[in-house]
């Protein structure tokens, strides 16, 4: 008897595991948020120690902070004994906006690439900036703009990553300046580009990483990952990283409900490509550029 209702139990559990009712448990490794914003709107709501409090909870070791202005990042960047303690590494980039206006010319406006200039030449208290953006780009055609042409060429002969919340025409006219400089496509294709243009275009460029917050079609209404996007990772399991994107402060309340969410599909994945998409791809990104 004891015998039959061991089979029994094992004959259930397979037939749960076939019809995909098992859920296998969240991914409970390391995270790099490699697309982190602490803009001006977030300093008073929420303060340094709350903010990397959210980032330790949440089991996020490292960031790429890119603030509205710059301040935010270099507040971050300052807060290094708080930091250590939540167990964050800052890695700052120089964000082209010094308020809302920036978003839709800095492509022609020669006072940002001065702006960006002095920056670097500045650095942060946690060391160099590694890299520049994010920046948006609201009709591709403006990926041809002087600033953008020019900070693109910069980016590529000082080895600076750049993060870009573009679509994917605009992957091609940026890259076309300098082939060498390693692209994070924000959201890879927040416009819904397809799967098969993603793969298109990772194939083209292989400095491309996509970056994954607010993607469409990443997973269904009940987190299950997409079979397309599953196949493309596993195509390409050094090219994607994860990202938070609190652009605004709703994003910050929610900050471990949006990681949580990434652990929940990242356990659909090999352990080793979710390792490497939670945080091995955007530490390779910095590993020994200091």
Not at 92 to 116: C, H, K, Q, T
Not at 152 to 166: G, I, N, P, Y
Not at 190 to 217: D, K, W
Request: hydrophobic share 45%.
């Amino acid at each position: 008897m004891c015998s039959l209702r061991r089979a029994l139990r094992l004959l259930v559990a397979l037939l749960v595991c076939a019809g995909g009712v098992a859920r296998a448990e969240p991914y409970a490794g390391s995270l790099f948020d490699a697309h982190l914003h602490y803009n001006d709107e977030a300093l008073a709501a929420f303060p340094l120690d709350d903010v990397l409090a959210r980032m330790q909870r949440a089991g996020v070791h490292a960031i790429i902070a890119n603030s509205r202005p710059n301040d935010g990042t270099k507040a971050l960047a300052s807060a290094k004994a708080q930091a250590a303690a939540a167990g964050v590494t800052v890695l700052p980039f120089v964000r082209l906006y010094r308020n809302r206006a920036d978003y839709s010319g800095w492509f022609a406006d020669e006072s940002i690439y001065a702006m960006v200039q002095d920056e670097l030449a500045r650095g942060t208290a946690a060391g160099p900036y590694r890299g520049l953006g994010e920046f948006h780009l609201y009709d591709s055609a403006n990926a041809n703009g002087p600033v953008a042409a020019r900070l693109m060429r910069l980016a590529q002969d000082k080895d600076l990553v750049v993060l870009a919340h573009v679509d994917d025409t605009a992957i091609d006219l940026l890259l076309a300046h300098a082939p060498k400089t390693r692209l994070i496509w924000a959201h890879s294709g927040i416009g819904g580009a397809p799967v098969e243009r993603v793969r298109e275009l990772m194939r083209r460029h292989p400095t491309l990483i996509g970056e994954l917050s607010y993607r469409p079609g990443l997973t269904d209404d009940s987190g299950h990952l997409s079979a397309a996007w599953k196949a493309l990772f596993a195509e390409f399991p050094t090219r994607f990283v994860l990202g938070s994107d609190t652009w605004i402060n709703e994003r910050w309340a929610s900050y471990g409900d949006i990681m949580a969410g990434y652990r929940a599909w990242l356990s659909q994945l090999s352990p080793a490509i979710a390792a490497q998409i939670a945080h091995g791809n955007a530490r390779a990104l910095f590993a020994d550029k200091r």
